[in-house]
């Protein structure tokens, strides 16, 4: 006889701004694409009485499949109603299969995992339970290792989900098959080749309302932790025996280990967006924001330079660098190549290879070429591609992907609890330091690249690649 599964998606904060944001229209998308599971049922959970329907930007479809239930998710007693709603499955059903997503603020992560502990929500006699949450996991290490060990005192990793959303990114992911498939570059991917490495993510907006979140965290804890690292570790990881996400990890957390302690005087830039006005924009300060103290020192720009002591890297600097209120939005990854000093040019210009990752996603490599009639003049070029040309809607949203994965069970694009930990061993003695008042905060103006301070991080050797929206910026069609 067949056995009748359902699978139900418990969503925590069902009337926030993420679940409306980016938890609805994904679900929408992948509904559409027809990727859904089966009997697929949706229990958005919430503390407010609501007059409006939550789930109208869902399809018709699904709709019908919706339910919201009003309960305080960190109130233990308030779990009675969800059990009686999932219970009432089984009178159709043989199995339950279970996805709590925590769109909450992280301040009721603890309490939730706990309830669903307490309630055996997290037991999986009949079909799977798991658990989505998002970043911030912790604000330091010392509560990065409390909520790991609250998560997995209930979960197995392998239903734990942490979302990095950076990694359910279709351009982050094209990062190691494009390293690891194309022998041009796999072949070159060292310290003998390679100069440097810059990693920009850079936005143009500001805080845009969540001055209250962000003026306790700032671009170190918000971006640097998390992505920025993530993306180091793309870059700068050995190839895994598998293509499997237990191998991936581990790579990944082995590029961590071996990052060099920071030189806290001389490597990082923190600054501050003060106002600013063009003839045709005019910006506030980030101090003029709802939610932000008055006499904030909370850095909205983070820059640094980092070594990973390994074989492949030793003394190859990777400069990372992210900002709000930056002349526009762009994240993209730029590998530096050494100068191929012959006899044909003793001056000619690198070869730089940039994954560009938003917008205008796509790949660039520039490369020299002698310039036509001339017999010894060098010209450096680009070679481009770029995504929108494979059509249009080529590239799903990144919570497309990772909820998609959930469904599958698939941990490959998560972060797992070690990562997490490392990150924060990493970041937490800069924190430190901040808190003691020893890394300088410099100002910028809103709309600029950053305090000018960031360039010294080069020591005049190099500097930064100032890039446009679109990947390629040779000065013709550079777009801010
Ligand atoms: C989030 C940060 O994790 O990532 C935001 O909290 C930031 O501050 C956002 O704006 C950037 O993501 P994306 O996908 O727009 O680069």
Redesign the pocket.
């Known amino acids: 006889m067949e056995n009748k599964i359902v699978n139900v998606l418990v969503i925590f904060g069902a009337t926030g701004d993420l679940a409306n944001r980016k938890i609805f229209p994904a679900i929408n998308e992948i509904y559409n694409s027809k990727k859904l599971p089966e009997n697929f049922q949706i229990i958005g959970c919430g503390r407010k009485e609501i007059k409006s329907n939550i789930f109208k930007e869902l399809s018709s479809d699904l709709l019908e499949k919706s339910k919201y239930l009003k309960l305080d998710p960190t109130l233990d007693n308030d779990y009675k109603v969800l059990i009686k709603n999932l219970n009432k499955f089984q009178n159709e059903y043989d199995n339950i299969n279970v996805i709590f997503y925590l769109s909450t603020p992280p301040s009721a992560y603890k309490p939730i995992i706990k309830n669903l502990v307490k309630n055996s929500l997290n037991k999986e006699s009949s079909g799977y339970r798991r658990i989505i949450i998002e970043?911030?996991f912790g604000r330091n290490l010392e509560s990065a290792k409390e909520l790991n060990t609250i998560l997995t005192n209930g979960f197995n990793e392998s239903q734990i989900f942490r979302i990095?959303?950076?990694l359910g990114?279709e351009t982050v992911q094209n990062i190691l098959v494009s390293r690891f498939t194309n022998l041009i570059f796999s072949a070159l991917w060292n310290k003998e080749f390679i100069s440097y490495v810059e990693i920009t993510?850079a936005?143009s907006?500001g805080?845009?309302g969540?001055g209250d979140?962000?003026d306790n965290?700032g671009?170190i804890r918000?971006?640097f932790q998390?992505?920025l690292l993530e993306l180091l570790c793309l870059v700068a990881m050995e190839e895994p025996n598998k293509n499997s996400p237990e191998s991936i990890r581990n790579e990944k957390i082995n590029v961590l280990k071996k990052i060099r302690k920071l030189n806290f005087q001389d490597d990082i830039v923190r600054g501050q967006y003060t106002s600013s006005k063009t003839e045709n924009k005019k910006f506030k300060s980030y101090k003029e924001n709802e939610g932000v103290k008055e006499n904030s020192k909370t850095e909205t720009f983070f820059a640094c330079k980092l070594f990973v002591d390994n074989d492949r890297w030793r003394n190859i600097p990777f400069f990372i660098r992210t900002g709000?209120r930056l002349p526009t939005?762009v994240?993209e990854i730029v590998v530096n190549f050494k100068k191929n000093i012959n006899v044909f040019s003793p001056n000619n210009e690198t070869n730089m290879l940039i994954f560009r990752?938003?917008p205008d996603e796509g790949l660039l490599v520039k490369f020299n070429l002698k310039s036509p009639g001339e017999k010894s003049k060098i010209i450096n070029k680009n070679m481009e591609f770029h995504y929108k040309n494979l059509g249009d809607d080529i590239i799903d949203d990144?919570y497309e992907t990772l909820i998609l994965d959930v469904f599958k069970g698939d941990t490959m694009l998560f972060s797992r609890s070690d990562f997490v930990e490392k990150a924060w061993e990493i970041v937490d003695p800069i924190l430190n330091e901040i808190s003691k008042n020893n890394i300088k905060l410099y100002g910028y103006k809103a709309g600029s690249w950053g305090p000018k301070k960031c360039d010294d991080l080069f020591r005049n050797q190099n500097t930064w690649r100032y890039p446009c929206k679109n990947l390629v910026n040779d000065g013709e069609i550079c777009e801010l």
Do not use: F, G, V, W
Request: glycine content about 0%.
């Open positions: 970043k911030p990095d959303h950076y990114k993510a936005e907006i805080i845009k969540r979140y962000y965290s671009a918000d971006m998390n992505h709000k939005k994240t990752l938003q990144a």
